[in-house]
């Protein structure tokens, strides 16, 4: 039986001859030319003034946080209870404090109404997080942060390629991370990216992501700073993808459309509310009621599939000290019922078709 991945890597020709092409040149793999290049081009795609590529999306977020003066304890930074755990993670990693808020049941993300609550004398940002793709009202969101003297930043890790009203997410807070992990809709493996407007915040994330200096090979030091630099040789392969951005958009929206198409009469099965026109989904997700028996289903089926990260709150790290007299009802509801389906941008119509009717096969 030939088992269909939830996930598996999508690159061609074109990258293969460009890692060797730059081998060949004898090149020093560390970040160059081809850094500044890719950096060039996530800033064509996001229409942002300046981009910074590093390591991962954890240690841009970091970058952010360092840049923006949030690195002590008492520095409370809000935080949705249902996201990758790279989100807080950063946060402590900076040396300041998450606090975990539940999440809009319609968008998956946090809103004003589900923040206010928790706003403290203390609270200096809120991270938004687009969680595949989608995003809430951005200007609500926007006009929330400015009313109450807050930095919004975004975690737009799953939303490369997304827009809202047709900017791109990750342009509408002060300063926006992007992930080019391998699941991503564009990797290199591994890879972060911060994109910003603000010329002087976006001087220090440079010297903050190359060990507090101005310039490589010149040892002065103007500030703290750290190794968060990026390599060459992932960015000549995320020039290549770049170059394919189009049509992996493109793609991602068919396969999601065709997963909708095929399983519009399955009662069980509830999809998030989403605009292709705007929205790219990294993942295809559904909510159903059943996720473990599904998913071992359709694993004797020979489809693979992943459950939804779980809420914060319910992890060793994230105890009491990160939230007060909250339920999470709705982020708890959401990551039970959670299940990722095969989302690779080779999967074929034929494959989606397949993997439907093994669903409507359980549910009807």
């Not at 991270?127 to 793709?133: A, D, I, R, T, Y």
């Not at 080019?180 to 990797?187: A, D, G, L, W, Y």
Request: charge should be negative; hydrophobic fraction near 40%; proline fraction near 4%.
């Amino acid at each position: 039986m030939q088992i269909i991945p939830q996930y598996e890597p999508d690159y061609g020709e074109e990258e293969k001859k460009a890692v060797i092409n730059y081998l060949d040149s004898g090149a020093w793999l560390t970040e160059f030319k081809q850094t500044r290049t890719f950096e060039e081009m996530i800033k064509q795609l996001t229409g942002s003034a300046y981009c910074w590529i590093m390591m991962n999306g954890t240690v841009s977020l970091t970058a952010a946080l360092y840049a923006l003066g949030f690195n002590k304890p008492e520095d409370e930074i809000i935080v949705p209870n249902f996201t990758m755990v790279a989100s807080p993670n950063s946060v402590l990693l900076a040396g300041a404090k998450p606090v975990l808020v539940d999440i809009d049941e319609t968008t998956l993300c946090i809103t004003p109404e589900t923040i206010e609550p928790y706003l403290t004398a203390r609270t200096k940002a809120v991270m938004h997080v687009s969680l595949n793709g989608r995003s809430g009202n951005m200007q609500d969101m926007v006009d929330f942060c400015e009313k109450k003297g807050l930095i919004l930043i975004e975690d737009a890790a799953q939303a490369f390629g997304s827009f809202w009203e047709g900017k791109h997410l990750g342009t509408f807070g002060t300063i926006g991370s992007f992930s080019f992990s391998m699941p991503k809709i564009i990797t290199t493996g591994q890879g972060g990216a911060l994109i910003s407007d603000d010329a002087v915040l976006m001087d220090k994330v440079k010297k903050i992501r190359d060990f507090g200096r101005s310039r490589g090979g010149i040892d002065e030091y103007e500030m703290i700073g750290f190794n968060f630099k990026f390599s060459d040789l992932q960015a000549v392969i995320g020039i290549e993808q770049m170059k394919k951005m189009p049509i992996r958009i493109k793609r991602k929206r068919e396969i999601f459309k065709r997963y909708q198409e095929n399983l519009a009469n399955v009662s069980s099965v509830q999809w998030i509310e989403t605009n292709l026109s705007d929205t790219t989904p990294w993942f295809i997700d559904i909510l159903v009621p059943d996720r473990k028996e599904l998913a071992d289903f359709l694993k004797e089926e020979g489809i693979e599939t992943r459950f939804f990260y779980p809420a914060l709150h319910t992890q060793a790290p994230y105890n009491e000290q990160y939230f007060e007299n909250q339920r999470f009802l709705i982020s708890s509801k959401i990551a039970a019922r959670g299940l990722w389906l095969p989302s690779s941008l080779k999967l074929s119509f034929e494959k989606i078709d397949q993997i439907c009717e093994a669903i409507r096969k359980f549910y009807l």
